[in-house]
T-cell receptor, first 113, second 119 residues
Framework: ETGVTQSPTHLIKTRGQQVTLRCSSQSGHNTVSWYQQALGQGPQFIFQYYREEENGRGNFPPRFSGLQFPNYSSELNVNALELDDSALYLC????????????FGPGTRLTVL | AQTVTQSQPEMSVQEAETVTLSCTYDTSESDYYLFWYKQPPSRQMILVIRQEAYKQQNATENRFSVNFQKAAKSFSLKISDSQLGDAAMYFCAYRRSNAGGTSYGKLTFGQGTILTVHP
C-alpha cells in the first residue's frame, strides 16, 4: 500500500448536490493530482496542485475545484453534480521534480443518482 | 495533445507463461516518460515499470520488461512467468518531461487492458 489515503471510500449523492472528497498525501510530497476514472476506463486528469496553487488543469468544467493545504492534504469539490460525475476519483501525490513517481490513493467511489 | 492507445481490452495467460500487452502513443515532444500501472480489483494503482524516452535501453523490473520503440511510438509490456497475482487492469501512461511547467505531473492514460491469469 502507498502512504496516500482518501476519504470517504464510497459516497452516494443526488443530482444537483455538492460533494467534497479528501486526500492525504504521502509524507514529504508537495504535489497532488486528481483524476476521474469512469467504470472500465483509464483515469482522466482533473487538475494538479503544487504548494497550494493550481498548477494545471484538464478538460473539466469550473464546477470541479480543489484546495491544497499547508500540510499537503487536498480536497476535490464538485458542485451541481451530474449523473456523468459518477466515477472513481483518485488522488496521486509526488514530490515535484524530474522523474519522481506518483503514488495513488485507493480512490473514492462516487455515485450520483 | 498527447494520446495513449491500448488496443487490447482483455488478455489472458496461463500461469507461468509469458504475455505481452501493447500500447501506442502520440506526442510531438522528444523527451517524456512512459509508465505501466497495475490496478488490481478494488485496490490501489501501483507503478509496475517506467521508461525514460531518452534512454535507449529497455527498462526491466524482475519479471516485467518493456519493448520501447521510440520511432514507432510503441511501448509494450512483457510479463514473464505469469502469476495469479498479476491479474489486474493494466494501464499504459505518458507524462511529459519538462519540470516546472504547468500540469507537470499530468499522466495521460490509455483505456486499459484487463489481464486474466489462468491456473
Amino acid at each position: 500500500e502507498t502512504g496516500v489515503t482518501q476519504s470517504p471510500t464510497h459516497l452516494i449523492k443526488t443530482r444537483g448536490q455538492q460533494v467534497t472528497l479528501r486526500c492525504s498525501s504521502q509524507s514529504g510530497h508537495n504535489t497532488v493530482s486528481w483524476y476521474q476514472q469512469a467504470l472500465g476506463q483509464g483515469p482522466q486528469f482533473i487538475f494538479q496542485y503544487y504548494r497550494e496553487e493550481e498548477n494545471g488543469r484538464g478538460n473539466f468544467p469550473p464546477r470541479f475545484s480543489g484546495l491544497q493545504f499547508p500540510n499537503y492534504s487536498s480536497e476535490l469539490n464538485v458542485n451541481a453534480l451530474e449523473l456523468d460525475d459518477s466515477a472513481l476519483y483518485l488522488c496521486a501525490s509526488s514530490f515535484l521534480g524530474q522523474g519522481n513517481e506518483q503514488f495513488f490513493g485507493p480512490g473514492t467511489r462516487l455515485t450520483v443518482l | 495533445a498527447q494520446t495513449v492507445t491500448q488496443s487490447q481490452p482483455e488478455m489472458s495467460v496461463q500461469e507461468a507463461e509469458t504475455v505481452t500487452l501493447s500500447c501506442t502513443y502520440d506526442t510531438s515532444e522528444s523527451d517524456y516518460y512512459l509508465f505501466w500501472y497495475k490496478q488490481p480489483p478494488s485496490r490501489q494503482m501501483i507503478l509496475v515499470i517506467r521508461q525514460e524516452a531518452y534512454k535507449q535501453q529497455n527498462a526491466t523490473e524482475n519479471r516485467f520488461s518493456v519493448n520501447f520503440q521510440k520511432a514507432a511510438k510503441s511501448f509494450s509490456l512483457k510479463i514473464s512467468d505469469s502469476q495469479l497475482g498479476d491479474a489486474a487492469m493494466y494501464f499504459c501512461a505518458y507524462r511529459r518531461s519538462n519540470a516546472g511547467g504547468t500540469s507537470y505531473g499530468k499522466l495521460t492514460f490509455g483505456q486499459g487492458t484487463i489481464l486474466t491469469v489462468h491456473p
